[in-house]
């Protein structure tokens, strides 16, 4: 097992490297947010103004759900600090960039910046980390996804891909609330309303049938595409103690147009190196990287990551393999068996399942 080292340690010998307009703020990215904004208004008009085929209300469904999504990249780049500095304008366009997903500023730096980036693939200490045996005996309804078949929980997970985004932040709402300050908690609370007073008000204008192309199919679109991408950041890779993005997180390869439209966002593990980076010097930060750690650092075709998260199973056995219960087949994680030059979307298999809790044995894949 390699070595992990924490960010500060992979920072201190890739940062003097790196031009000193990396870590400024780059106010210019919000030009490619009003661009989204302008398609996100001009389709939800247009259904709502209009009465079209529903072939022409699907057609801007998609073109609203393109905005929504490319906000939601930049929303996150926002509240990074990396677009404007001044704190109550970056929450205040964070915020807008995040309406269409229900997930306010200040929530949303709890988690995804305090909480998240803190404690990567920290089991316990990660909300966005998966569930492990211990989560499985403890909980009786994941005791029952777990005892249907590989293929049928592969289908429901991504069906859920539709909503997840949603539905996390609500449920990160749940978790979080309780551990800010009175004042702040007014502010959280206030943050996670509002949205949802836009959305339904455009509900009572548009009707349902108008909403439905407005919102809900944009808003199912955009979750997918989002999560399409959080999925494959970490949940091949393992769980660790020391806080290693080369070890616990995964940059996809995509077509250089979708990482335009979806602003660098696939470049996860330089993200984790550098959070507070303008996401245009990423490709820059991969080459350096790949100079000093090509053995260490994980990168994959985003279908083929897909692929992957597909077939194998969403149970940590150990903070190196996977499981299937169901089956009781044990795979390696990225670093761990998993080796993304070769598995052409199959898994791992386990050749050792000696390390592999309550008596678990390998077995051979799909």
């Known amino acids: 097992m390699k070595e992990m080292h924490p960010i500060g340690w992979y920072a201190a010998q890739v940062a003097p490297h790196l031009p000193k307009q990396a870590f400024k703020p780059a106010p210019g990215r919000l030009w490619g947010g009003l661009v989204y904004l302008l398609m996100t208004a001009v389709g939800i008009a247009a ?17 609203v759900a393109t905005g929504f999504a490319g906000m939601g990249f930049l929303a996150h780049e926002i509240l990074h600090g990396t677009v404007v500095k001044t704190a109550w304008l970056r929450d205040l366009l964070g915020g807008i960039a995040f309406l269409q997903f229900g997930i306010g500023a200040k929530l949303w730096r709890k988690w995804h910046n305090m909480e998240h980036h803190a404690h990567t693939q920290e089991d316990h200490a990660d909300p966005d980390a998966w569930a492990t045996m ?18 049928v929980r592969a289908t429901a997970n991504f069906t859920s891909f539709l909503l997840f985004f949603t539905i996390h932040g609500a449920l990160m709402y749940r978790r979080f609330i309780g551990e800010f300050k009175p004042k702040d908690r007014r502010i959280v609370r206030l943050q996670a309303v509002l949205p949802w007073v836009l959305w339904f008000s455009l509900l009572a204008w548009m009707g349902p049938a ?53 602003m660098n966002f696939a470049y996860h593990t330089e ?68 080796d993304p030059a070769k598995v052409q979307g199959r898994p791992a298999v386990l050749a050792d399942a000696s390390d592999l809790p309550f008596g678990l044995q390998p077995q051979e894949g799909d």
């Open 47 to 63: 259904i709502g103004l209009l009465d079209l085929h529903p072939l022409a209300n699907a057609g801007l469904s998609l073109v």
């Open 134 to 151: 211990e989560e499985l005996y403890r909980r009786p309804a994941l005791r029952w996804v777990y005892r249907l078949p590989n293929w």
């Open 210 to 262: 108008k909403w439905l192309f407005a919102y809900v199919l944009p808003l199912m679109m955009a979750n997918f595409v989002v999560i399409c991408y959080i999925a494959t950041n970490h949940q091949l890779n393992p769980l660790t103690d020391v806080n290693d993005p080369l070890a616990n997180s995964l940059t996809v390869t995509v077509p250089r147009w979708v990482n335009v439209l979806h």
């Open 271 to 338: 993200h984790h190196l550098f959070p507070g980076m303008n996401p245009k010097w990423a490709p820059l930060v991969q080459a350096e990287i790949m100079k000093r750690w090509p053995d260490q650092y994980h990168a994959m075709p985003w279908l083929q990551a897909l692929a992957t998260l597909a077939r194998t199973p969403r149970i940590y056995a150990n903070k190196t393999d996977l499981v299937d219960p169901h089956r009781v087949v044990g795979y390696g994680t990225l670093g761990h068996g998993l």
